[in-house]
């Protein structure tokens, strides 16, 4: 089991909001990362540190962080978006690093 | 441009031992770590271990502890990730990143090796 914990599934509608969370202990003390992964394909790096986003990553793309839970907000999902997304950050010893389950988004 | 180019896929037997190459390009090679992470078919991602920019520092994953080592060469940019004692467990594809991080609250891993298939199969 991870020490970061990910709902496995989420779906949104077209255009609409969708939040997917990642919640763990080690999140009060470090920032998560957030990878995006469609089907054959590396994961790519979608939102990093406080809210920041590399470049050509589409700015409906945010991240937030409250207490132990890190949160990555699509607001107005495209059909391109649908695809599993991971969080990424420190454990809870702080010695190591350690990915989230994974969340599958589906488009509607 | 950044990237991260490694060696192709592999079938080993039970048993045996693979290692993966990540040749770094298009930055300076000896002022970033670089983490393996590992993808089990249908699986999610599993964090592998990370390597200091001068290869004399690395940090392993506990459940793979005694089986694992990465190693690099500075002179030619390569980062190497030697798994040995295969089982069908470790079928999977294992994946290089570039660290990044700030003020020791912040780590992300950007960009990423291609992927490397490694199959282990009697």
């Known amino acids: 089991s991870s020490e970061l914990t990910q709902d496995p599934a989420v779906s949104v509608a077209l255009g609409q909001t969708v939040r997917i969370t990642c919640q763990g202990d080690?999140?009060?003390?470090?920032?998560a990362s957030w990878y995006q992964q469609k089907p054959g394909q590396a994961p790519v790096l979608v939102i990093y540190?406080?809210?920041n986003r590399p470049s050509g990553i589409p700015d409906r793309f945010s991240g937030s962080s409250s207490g132990n839970t890190a949160s990555l907000t699509i607001t107005g999902a495209q059909a391109e978006d649908e695809a599993d997304y991971y969080c990424y950050s420190r454990d809870s010893s702080g010695h190591h690093w350690v990915f989230g389950g994974g969340t599958k988004l589906t488009v509607l | 441009q950044v990237q991260l180019v490694q060696s192709g896929a592999e079938v080993k037997k039970p048993g045996a031992s693979v290692k993966v190459s990540c040749k770094a390009s298009?930055?300076?090679?000896?002022?970033?770590?670089v983490h393996w992470v590992r993808q089990a078919p249908g699986q999610g991602l599993e964090w592998m271990g990370v390597?200091?920019?001068?290869?004399?520092?690395?940090n392993y994953a506990q459940k793979l502890q005694g089986r694992v080592t990465m190693t690099r060469d500075t002179s030619t940019s390569t980062d190497y990730m030697e798994l040995s004692s295969l089982r069908s467990e470790d079928t999977a594809v294992y994946y290089c990143?570039?660290?990044?991080?700030?003020?020791?609250?912040?780590?992300?891993?950007?960009?990423w090796g291609q992927g490397t298939l490694v199959t282990v199969s009697s």
């Open positions: 390597i200091n920019p001068s290869g004399s520092w690395t």
């Open positions: 540190g406080k809210n």
């Open positions: 990143a570039r660290d990044n991080s700030v003020a020791g609250t912040s780590w992300w891993l950007d960009p």
């Open positions: 298009g930055y300076t090679f000896t002022s970033y770590y």
């Open positions: 080690s999140l009060r003390s470090y920032y």
